[in-house]
């Protein structure tokens, strides 16, 4: 049984972005965790036990008491750790990040996956909307380095697996998401971010991640084809 | 989101709304528990203010709270502003590992219960159907929260608190899942399958606070009734 104690759990499945933004959230607090691994389309009795509600990953166990959904679990951990802070202070600011953290996981993702899923107009369309909102999300950055401003905060830990997921997705499925004369700002901060050891180091190996994406694809073109 | 670009007296608080929605009800519940005056403004549908385009430009909707000449929108985003900023009756819980659960729940209602009601009410034949068979289901796993939750002692997700960020959250159902109902066609609620829920909603609607906001069943139904033709009469002509 996972939650021993004091001890935390996180319960993941490699190639997911949301298992990966809470990993970073635990790299930047410096918390000790087990993580298990869900050998995912099957759910372990545990993650079907500690999410009955979603039945996804990841889930965050803390002294035994399990919390589902990402941006929960990071604004948690953010609260029970409190160095190196990953929402700003002034309430007026850590509404602007949860608004664009929204924003990003409402208006960019689906938009993501549309064009990744999608063929023909609906492709083109669904890349369209995802370029745009992307320039959007830019203004959040406010010429800033990173959206948490000189060190990465709960906003780029959001956001940025999308840097890392659009490039491969846009290469498999052989559509343009990262427009780099659209969104100058954006593209940089996307580079930065992923390079930065701590992010890094938690990435799935690119590698896999890309043959992953390449099955994934063939089975949803399959999909649409029946 | 724009800022500093609109009223700006210190302190003032503004709400830009439409007495019709429930995303606005909401944040009116949030200020009222917490005793803080501000100024609504009643915005319109098709003819959005500027005031309204510039301080919400990316989505031009209600509501938006305007502090200290700061625009701040999306209803749980507002809620969690308005916590933190005036301390006096806490509506999300203290404790950490509650105020997630408290998220948890109130991402669940907005995802499961809210966006089906919404799209079920704008639509029909099969895509309806669909939309409120998710809402059967949500609506069990409410329930079963509500029986775990709730007794005669504990009316509300709040606890002992009294009313708390879910019950403000869920609180749209005790007014509108009827008209939305009505309008769309449709039927989620039900007494005998949902017992705690209905207690729930009897005791939230009886809320000192929370009655006199309540709109009249009839002027909503009639409101709706035009939005849903006017979508449903876009869709047939494209």
Redesign the interface.
Known sequence: MAGNGDGVTLLGYWASPYALRVKWALKIKEVQYEYMEEHLPDKSPMLLQYNP?HKKIPVLV?KG?P???SL??I??ID??WKHNPLLPQD??H???A??WA??ADEKCVPAMFRAFSKVGEEQAQAAEELRENLK?LESALEGKQYFGGETIGFLDIAVGWIGCWARMNEEVAGVNMIDAEMIPLLSVWFQKFLELPIIKECLPPQDKLLEHTKEFHKMLMMATLT | ?ASGSVADQEGKVMLLGFWFSPFVKRVEWALKFKGVEYDYVEQELTNKSTLLLTSNP?HKKVPVLI??G?P???SL??M??ID??WKQNPILPQD??E???A??WA??IEQKVTEPARDALLSQGEQQEKKVKELKEAME?VEGEAKAKLNDKTLFFGGENGVGYVDIVLGWTCNWMETVEEVGGFKVLDPESQPQFHKWMANFREVPFIKPTLEPTEKLVEYFRMLRQARLGLVANK
């Open positions: 509600v803390h008491k919390l589902a959904e929960v679990i604004e948690y609260e029970v309430p007026y850590r509404a602007k949860r608004f929204k924003f959007t | 989101m990316i502090h200290n700061n701040i929108a999306e985003v507002i969690e502003y933190e900023t950490p590992y105020r997630a659960m998220r948890f991402n669940f796993v």
